[in-house]
């Protein structure tokens, strides 16, 4: 190592949590947890194929209170990295890069993923669904 | 500035040409699943998932089930896509990554594999 003091680049434990890299790491986390409740979904389809016996079983753990809650929190992740995929792919064709742009655009993803997630759940529960 | 090292201006073939594949297919699929998925989380909500029979009879339409095969395809491809760059730019000691990517592979092929093999099964039963 250089015995010299050095100036090194910002790190992220020492770095102001800003609109922008805050709203990129929740992509990426919602992202993942994605990834792995994509899985659940697969073992809800499995659970359909296999017959009533086993449906009804998938039925009775997504309607528990830890089901609900996993799938409401699925839900949230769902619509979140939904609406800022979409701001993702707006930036891949160029547009709305300027810094006020770039805020307006994340503070609509946040409101809206928080909207459609209770929109959703008020939909869902005024059927008196099993979800 | 030559940014080409020696080895490839003595091969002459230029790039591997392959470099822009996962950076695209992330995109395809993510066009695909940001218009399946409003409609998805639209059916679930407004209808659940109570009545067996009603789900299970949905799958008899060509349409639905291969809308539902699609859409989980390009999801577990998306899942898998996205994961991948997680493990490179967070794991950096090489035994692990090299582990994890593979097992990342083999979880989402099997999980494609056996998500046609149910929808199938719902579509040829229903």
Known sequence: MSAHKRPLSPHLQVY????TTVMSILHRITGVVLAFGSLGLLWVLISLS????AFSAAQACIGSVIGRLA???FSLC???HLFNGIRHLFWDIGKGYGLSA?????????????????GLWLLATSNGGTL | MKYRNPLANAHGMGSAKSGLQHWWMQRVTAVVLALLTPYAVYCLARYGISDYAQLKGLFAQPVF???????????FWHAQLGLQVVVEDYVHSPGLEIALQIAIKIVYSLASAIAVIAIVRLALSA
């Open chain 1, 71 to 73: 799938t409401f929190a």
């Open chain 1, 16 to 19: 102001n949590p800003q609109i």
């Open chain 1, 78 to 80: 769902l619509m979140y």
């Open chain 2, 65 to 75: 089930s291969g809308v539902v095969l699609l859409y989980v395809l390009a999801l």
């Open chain 1, 102 to 118: 770039v805020t307006r655009s994340g503070l609509l993803v946040l409101a809206l993923s928080v909207l459609s997630t209770i």
């Open chain 1, 50 to 53: 296999m017959g009533p016996e």
